[in-house]
């Protein structure tokens, strides 16, 4: 991922915000003043990922970005600590995709996984034929 920004300050944290030690898996939380407030018009997903700073002053962003601090503080991504894909750094999520699959009636089950960061590859049980719509 590499480092970070000027007049920002990264954090690697356990589930209970403390600081892991280096070469140890955790998640990335950044404070600083480029950070925004929140989302926008999403009061549950700001109150979960904007928290108070427990090292210090304003507010730190939990990310759920999954990372190692390495010796040259530096970061290395491991994943993420939800179901989330990054997919040619947009953020998807299997299961809206997996919900929308199994609208097709003729689909019992779906999955969605990720590869090389930069495909989606979906599986499908069904015990009927499906037909390719080529006009859709």
Do not use: W
């Not at 003043?33 to 108070?52: A, C, D, I, R, W």
């Not at 809206?96 to 009636?105: M, R």
Request: glycine share 8%.
């Amino acid at each position: 991922m590499g480092a970070v920004l000027d007049k920002m300050t990264a954090y690697v944290l356990d589930e209970n915000l403390n600081e892991v030690v280096i070469g140890q898996v955790g998640e990335i939380c950044v404070t600083g003043n480029q950070l925004s407030k929140g989302y926008l018009k999403l009061k549950s997903e700001t109150k979960s990922h904007f928290v108070p700073n427990p090292f210090g002053e304003g507010i730190l962003c939990r990310t759920g970005d999954l990372v190692k601090r390495l010796d040259n503080n530096e970061f290395e991504f491991v994943g993420r600590n939800n179901f989330q894909l990054n997919i040619n750094g947009i953020r998807t999520e299997p299961g809206e995709i997996e919900a929308q699959i199994e609208k097709v009636p003729e689909i019992e089950k779906s999955v969605v996984v990720g590869y090389d960061d930069k495909f989606i590859a979906v599986y499908y049980v069904s015990h009927k034929e499906l037909e390719e719509n080529k006009n859709d």
